[in-house]
């Protein structure tokens, strides 16, 4: 049984990476060149939503 209170769909750059099945580094150059999926960060923490790399996914699938 999962517990919804502890399964986010926010992820780290490193679970992000490896949802869109690229390198840490191929997320880190995305994000210094402006692109890429959309992030969000509090401080120096980056953050992932899984709704905004499935978009990203979407995108480049057309």
Same mark, same amino acid.
């Given at each position: 049984?999962?517990?919804? #209170?502890?399964?986010?769909?926010?992820?780290?750059?490193?679970?992000?990476?490896?949802?869109?099945?690229?390198?840490?580094?191929? $997320?880190?150059?995305?994000?210094?060149? @402006?692109? @890429?999926?959309?992030?969000?960060?509090? @401080?120096?923490?980056? #953050?992932?939503? #899984? +709704? +905004?790399? +499935?978009?990203?996914? $979407?995108?480049?699938?057309?």
């Amino acid at each position: 049984m999962t517990n919804d #209170r502890t399964e986010t769909p926010w992820m780290t750059s490193e679970q992000a990476a490896g949802y869109l099945s690229v390198s840490k580094g191929t $997320m880190h150059n995305w994000r210094s060149k @402006g692109a @890429g999926p959309r992030y969000r960060t509090v @401080g120096r923490i980056v #953050r992932y939503h #899984r +709704d +905004d790399l +499935d978009a990203f996914l $979407m995108e480049g699938a057309a």
